[in-house]
Antibody
Framework: EVQLMESGGGLVQPGGSLRLSCAASGFTFSSHELNWVRQAPGKGLEWVSYISNSGSTIYYADSVKGRFTISRDNSKNTLYLQMNSLRAEDTAVYYC?????????????WGQGTLVTVSS | QSVLTQPPSASGTPGQRVTISCSGSSSNIGTNYVYWYQQLPGTAPKLLIYRKDQRPSGVPDRFSGSKSGTSASLAISGLRSEDEADYYCAAWDNSLSSWVFGGGTKLTVL
């Protein structure tokens, strides 16, 4: 069974840092491209970042570029999101999402999410 | 302001057919696949439609997708109370080099 489990969320002060993890199981982790998607309270989905299966290609949303860093450890089946210089507007539930191998890149599995709250 | 535009709300009665629109541009919907995700209250999003009109196993054929030019639509026929959820369209944007989502449509079953 495919599972994605995020962790690392919590309360952090503005300007602070946090590292999210997404532990994967039930599939060949190193074959899949992965993404982080967030959802502010009561708001819609916002894509945050993408990483290719090897980690060689990375993209970021403009809203987090220069502050967030996506990475993965294929030996540990884990995806990461290092978040620095956090702002109140980064408050959201952060989901990791797997892209399918179908050739059309749909997000076929999502984690349950981890809540990040940026507040003093 | 989302790159893809969806109506904020939609509604219908049980058994009815409802459509949700998603408007984009040539750099996203116009040239790439469109995806639809369903988010039930308090849960993570779930893939509903991919490659514009394909359904993952387990998704009822009451759900269907279509695309024309720079717009796409999700149709739900035989509306049921359990369809009450938020629906999001998504596509890759070549100009932005990013995934873009619609703002979401909250579907109410009256």
């Amino acid at each position: 069974e495919v599972q994605l489990m995020e962790s690392g969320g919590g309360l952090v002060q503005p300007g602070g840092s946090l590292r999210l993890s997404c532990a994967a199981s039930g599939f060949t982790f190193s074959s899949h491209e992965l993404n982080w998607v967030r959802q502010a309270p009561g708001k819609g989905l916002e894509w945050v970042s993408y990483i290719s299966n090897s980690g060689s290609t990375i993209y970021y949303a403009d809203s987090v570029k220069g502050r967030f860093t996506i990475s993965r450890d294929n030996s540990k089946n884990t995806l990461y999101l290092q978040m620095n210089s956090l702002r109140a507007e980064d408050t959201a539930v952060y989901y990791c999402a797997r892209e399918a191998l179908s050739g059309s890149s749909e997000f076929d599995y999502w984690g349950q999410g981890t809540l990040v709250t940026v507040s003093s | 302001q989302s790159v893809l535009t969806q109506p904020p709300s939609a509604s219908g009665t049980p058994g009815q057919r409802v459509t949700i629109s998603c408007s984009g541009s040539s750099s996203n919907i116009g040239t790439n696949y469109v995806y639809w995700y369903q988010q039930l209250p308090g849960t993570a999003p779930k893939l509903l439609i991919y490659r514009k009109d394909q359904r993952p196993s387990g998704v009822p054929d009451r759900f269907s997708g279509s695309k024309s030019g720079t717009s796409a639509s999700l149709a739900i026929s035989g509306l049921r109370s359990e369809d009450e959820a938020d629906y999001y369209c998504a596509a890759w944007d070549n100009s932005l080099s990013s995934w873009v989502f619609g703002g979401g449509t909250k579907l109410t079953v009256l």
